[in-house]
């Protein structure tokens, strides 16, 4: 890790993966050679738990086999992708933050390979933590990076030959791609004679019962109904089971999914009915990553579900005792209904926009970020299915595999990791 230099005001993003990678190609192309035109006087510093990057909306399928995907794709060196840039305008720090001080305008991080202690002073700062899923199957955090993550698929591999029941918490995209995945895997390529045909004659094929529990009267409640009832088609076909308008109550035993150990889980759903599964993943809501804000006055910065109140035209997060110059995006930042990557990669242009005008002045209005709320949701199921719509617009189960389920979004991702996605300033 570079030490920073003498009189260089540092812009600091926390966060490595889509939302910070983005932003720090982003300000490198763009803002910092204008505020450095007579002096090196401005650097980024990416701040990440994780020295990788990563294509998270694959795990539903990578958790199975490395086999399915190029590894060297799937997982990228973040330090790498940033060799293109004068060391004097750019840093990583490996490391995990840890606290926040917005007085003091400082950063207290863990470094990830001695856990010794330090602060990093900013001049302006974007949080793009990021979240965290229940399962460790399911992406990175900060307390799971690369090689844990790759421990947890390494378990549940493990156990997969020997299961014979897998119950799958949540009834979202995330919940019916993994559910797809496996019973596809497990019990073979969905076949056209059994597609719409009732689900109990289907059964008599599987060989490893897999069943989705939601709480909702219906799988894939951000598609219309239509949809969703399409995915329950193929979904049967494959001989997955769904229980709707139940939850989870409780697991024994207690925290199961939630590790790496992997064995018979006692379900207990809320209409009394219990499931003995073999393997049992929660796939239900994510959790932001911003603890580093809870230990002061900063946790007033936060939403009741811990994501940073953000301005959501602006992205600036400008609340009471917050300082001037401090953003947040992505899914640690409530500036959007439904975060996601489209919404996350278009806010980028908007923060580096306003960061220019808070940093060199000027009149005009600022730039205004507008969420997509129109219906987008893709959702492979197996390898050669799936339904979705993108900006309102259905799309057939042919062009969800070509989009997605080929390859789960792993054709995209070289741009955006290597910065060549934002070499126009946008």
Same mark, same amino acid.
């Given at each position: 890790?570079?030490?920073?230099?003498?009189?260089?005001?540092?812009?600091?993003?926390?966060?490595?993966?889509w939302?910070?990678?983005?932003?720090?190609?982003?300000?490198?192309?763009?803002?910092i050679?204008?505020?450095?035109? /007579?002096?090196?006087?401005?650097?980024?510093?990416? &701040?990440s738990s994780?020295?990788?990057?990563?294509d =998270?909306?694959?795990?539903?399928?990578?958790?199975?086999?490395?086999?399915?995907?190029p590894?060297?794709?799937?997982?990228?060196?973040?330090?790498?992708?940033?060799?293109?840039?004068?060391? @004097?305008?750019? =840093?990583?720090?490996?490391?995990?933050?840890?606290? !926040?001080?917005?007085?003091?305008?400082?950063?207290?991080?863990?470094?990830?390979?001695?856990?010794?202690?330090?602060?990093?002073?900013?001049?302006?700062?974007?949080?793009a933590? *990021?979240?965290?899923a229940?399962?460790?199957?399911?992406?990175?955090?900060p307390?799971?990076?690369?090689?844990?993550?790759?421990?947890?698929?390494?378990?549940? $591999?493990?156990?997969?030959?020997s299961a014979?029941?897998?119950?799958? +918490?949540?009834?979202?995209?995330?919940?019916?791609?993994?559910?797809?995945? !496996? +019973?596809?895997? !497990?019990?073979?390529?969905?076949? $056209?004679?059994?597609v719409?045909?009732?689900?109990? #004659?289907?059964? @008599?094929? &599987?060989?490893?019962?897999? /069943?989705?529990?939601? +709480?909702?009267?219906?799988?894939?409640? %951000?598609?219309?109904?239509?949809?969703?009832?399409?995915?329950?088609?193929?979904?049967?076909?494959?001989?997955?089971?769904?229980?709707k308008?139940? =939850?989870?109550?409780?697991?024994?035993?207690?925290?199961a999914g939630e590790?790496?150990?992997?064995?018979?889980?006692?379900?207990?759903? @809320?209409? *009394?009915?219990?499931?003995q599964?073999?393997?049992?993943?929660?796939?239900?809501?994510?959790?932001?990553?911003?603890?580093?804000?809870?230990?002061? #006055?900063?946790?007033?910065?936060?939403?009741?579900?811990?994501?940073?109140?953000?301005?959501?035209?602006?992205?600036?997060?400008?609340?009471? *005792?917050?300082?001037?110059?401090?953003?947040?995006?992505?899914?640690?930042?409530?500036?959007?209904?439904k975060?996601?990557?489209?919404?996350?990669?278009?806010?980028?242009?908007?923060?580096?926009?306003n960061? #220019?005008?808070?940093?060199?002045? %000027?009149?005009?209005?600022?730039?205004e970020?507008e969420?997509?709320?129109?219906?987008?949701?893709l959702?492979?199921?197996?390898?050669?299915?799936?339904?979705?719509?993108?900006?309102?617009w259905?799309?057939? @189960?042919?062009?969800?595999?070509?989009?997605?389920? $080929?390859?789960?979004?792993?054709?995209?991702?070289?741009?955006?990791?290597?910065? #060549?996605?934002?070499?126009?300033?946008?």
């Amino acid at each position: 890790m570079a030490k920073p230099t003498p009189d260089v005001k540092s812009i600091v993003i926390i966060g490595g993966s889509w939302g910070g990678v983005a932003t720090s190609h982003y300000l490198l192309h763009h803002l910092i050679p204008l505020l450095n035109k /007579t002096s090196p006087s401005y650097e980024v510093v990416l &701040i990440s738990s994780a020295s990788q990057a990563f294509d =998270r909306p694959a795990c539903p399928r990578a958790l199975i086999s490395d086999s399915f995907f190029p590894q060297e794709k799937l997982f990228v060196s973040v330090p790498a992708q940033f060799t293109q840039y004068p060391p @004097s305008n750019f =840093r990583f720090v490996h490391a995990t933050a840890t606290a !926040l001080d917005t007085t003091a305008r400082t950063v207290t991080i863990s470094s990830v390979t001695d856990h010794k202690f330090t602060t990093i002073p900013f001049h302006a700062l974007v949080i793009a933590t *990021g979240a965290t899923a229940p399962s460790p199957l399911l992406g990175l955090s900060p307390t799971n990076d690369t090689p844990s993550l790759r421990a947890s698929w390494a378990a549940v $591999r493990a156990v997969l030959p020997s299961a014979r029941h897998i119950v799958i +918490a949540g009834g979202g995209p995330t919940g019916v791609e993994v559910a797809g995945e !496996l +019973a596809e895997h !497990l019990n073979g390529p969905m076949s $056209r004679a059994w597609v719409g045909l009732p689900s109990a #004659k289907a059964k @008599s094929q &599987i060989k490893v019962q897999i /069943t989705i529990v939601t +709480a909702s009267k219906r799988i894939l409640p %951000g598609l219309r109904e239509s949809l969703s009832e399409k995915a329950e088609v193929y979904l049967a076909a494959l001989g997955v089971t769904i229980r709707k308008g139940v =939850r989870v109550v409780k697991v024994t035993p207690e925290g199961a999914g939630e590790g790496d150990e992997h064995g018979v889980t006692e379900v207990v759903l @809320s209409d *009394g009915e219990t499931i003995q599964a073999d393997v049992y993943i929660p796939c239900v809501g994510v959790t932001p990553n911003t603890g580093f804000m809870t230990g002061g #006055k900063e946790k007033g910065l936060l939403t009741g579900d811990g994501r940073v109140e953000t301005n959501a035209k602006t992205l600036r997060v400008d609340g009471a *005792g917050a300082g001037a110059r401090i953003y947040a995006i992505g899914d640690a930042s409530n500036a959007a209904e439904k975060p996601g990557v489209h919404n996350t990669l278009s806010a980028v242009p908007v923060l580096v926009a306003n960061m #220019k005008k808070d940093l060199i002045g %000027g009149e005009g209005a600022d730039r205004e970020f507008e969420e997509d709320k129109r219906e987008t949701q893709l959702v492979p199921i197996g390898k050669s299915k799936g339904v979705g719509a993108m900006k309102g617009w259905w799309l057939p @189960s042919l062009l969800v595999w070509a989009l997605k389920g $080929r390859d789960y979004w792993l054709w995209t991702t070289g741009g955006v990791w290597s910065g #060549k996605a934002w070499e126009k300033e946008q």
